[in-house]
Structure formats: C-alpha cells, structure tokens
C-alpha cells in the first residue's frame, strides 16, 4: 500500500471557521492531489502540485488555499468554511513522477462536516 | 476538458458477469484508468488502458476503444466481495498528470 496518511480522518466544524486537512506522504512522490467525493458528482479535483511550492487549480478550486512547503506533506486549507463543502475528501499521489500510465493511489479519505 | 459517463447502478447474481460501460470525451488521450471503491473507503486501482483492445488481469478485464470514446470493465465470476462501486478516470494531456473522473457505477451483487 502506498505510504498516504490523511488527518484528520473525520471533523466537524461551523461555517465560517478556517479548516486545514493534512496530507503527509512517505513515497517521497513528486506529485500530489487533493480531490472531494460527493454523491451524483464523483470525485472531482480541488488543487494539485507538481513539487515544493508548486501548486494548480483543478476544476472546483474556489474557497480552497493549498501548500507544500515539504516533498511529504501538502495541506488543503478552507478560508472560511460552508455547507457546499460538506464533503469526502480525498488525497493522492502519483506512483511515478511523470510516467503517464502511473495510477493515482488514494488516502482513506477526511469525512467533513460543515454546519 | 474531460467528461466520462457510466450507468449509475447495475446489479448481478453471484457467478455471473457483468460489463460496466464507461463513454469519454477528452481534448488529448493519455490513458483510460478504472478503480473500484468499497463504501467508506477510497478507490483503489484496477487497470489502465492506453492502446486500443483487452487487457486482463485474472476475473477483470477492461477493453478500450479510443475512437469510439469507449471503455468497459468486465468482471467475471462475481463475488459477493465485489459489490461496490467502479469509477473510470481518463488522463487527458494537461500538465500534472491529472485524472478526470466519471460519476462511478455501483455493482450490487445478489446471492
């Protein structure tokens, strides 16, 4: 199994409260994603980065900050919560920098709450 | 951009076979990927297709056929373990070696 921890696993929290979700890697894999899981939607693409302090946008970006200021960790930052981002998120990370067959590998995932 | 269709659901007997279509349209093609997904969990890699035909791995295989915008992933002998659901992703030619997902197709698998 990849080396993909997501934290927290699960969080509650109130609209309009900063939330940060850690992703922290031991595959020492160049690339990393942050995706969100909603029902009737799938899993859509928040932000990526392609190495230490290189980030993009993915198609549903808006409301969401990323950094990575080290190879292993790359965090997802909500500004200011809300309710349309009650969701599932999700981490990956690349097997193998820039091989196109490379499959993405999933971390288990952060169950997020907004209320 | 990318976007992939597939059936919401389809539902099996155990021993059966089942095929899960999956239509794309893409602006550059590296790649067709397919992931099963048990509930609560997070997706796990099955198979890729980069060239058109069949590629098998055991009781799953999954054709591609990139002039048609076509893929399917078929499961053989079914198993009650198989129940879950199966997303395919395509990989265009963007930078960063993005995936762009379908809405996934849950198999429930009957006794």
């Known amino acids: 199994d990849a080396g993909i921890t997501q934290s927290p696993r699960h969080k509650v929290t109130e609209t309009g409260t900063p939330v940060t979700l850690r992703c922290h890697q031991t595959?020492?894999?160049?690339?990393m994603y942050w995706y969100r899981q909603d029902p009737g939607h799938g899993l859509r693409l928040i932000h990526y980065?392609?190495?230490?302090?290189?980030?993009d946008k993915g198609e549903v970006s808006d409301g969401y900050s990323v950094s990575r200021s080290k190879t292993e960790d790359f965090l997802l930052t909500l500004e200011s919560a809300t309710s349309s981002q009650t969701s599932v998120y999700f981490c990956?990370?690349?097997?193998?920098?820039?091989?196109?067959?490379?499959?993405?590998?999933f971390g288990n995932g952060t169950r997020l709450t907004v209320t | 951009g990318q976007s992939l269709e597939q059936p919401s659901e389809v539902t099996a007997v155990e021993g059966a076979i089942v095929q899960i279509n999956c239509t794309y349209q893409?602006?550059?093609?590296?790649?067709l990927f397919w992931y099963q997904q048990h509930a609560g969990e997070a997706p796990t890699f099955l198979s890729y297709?980069?060239?058109?035909g069949l590629e098998e791995k055991g009781r799953f295989s999954s054709f591609l056929s990139r002039s048609k915008g076509y893929s399917y992933l078929l499961l053989k002998e079914l198993q009650m373990k198989d129940s879950a659901s199966y997303l395919c992703?395509?990989?265009?030619?963007?930078?960063?070696?993005?995936?762009?997902f379908g809405g996934g197709t849950r198999v429930l698998v009957k006794p």
């Open positions: 990956a990370i690349s097997e193998t920098p820039n091989g196109l067959d490379s499959p993405l590998h």
């Open positions: 980065s392609y190495g230490v302090k290189d980030t």
């Open positions: 893409t602006s550059g093609f590296n790649g």
């Open positions: 992703a395509v990989r265009g030619r963007a930078a960063g070696n993005k995936l762009t």
């Open positions: 297709n980069v060239l058109d």
């Open positions: 595959e020492n894999h160049r690339y």
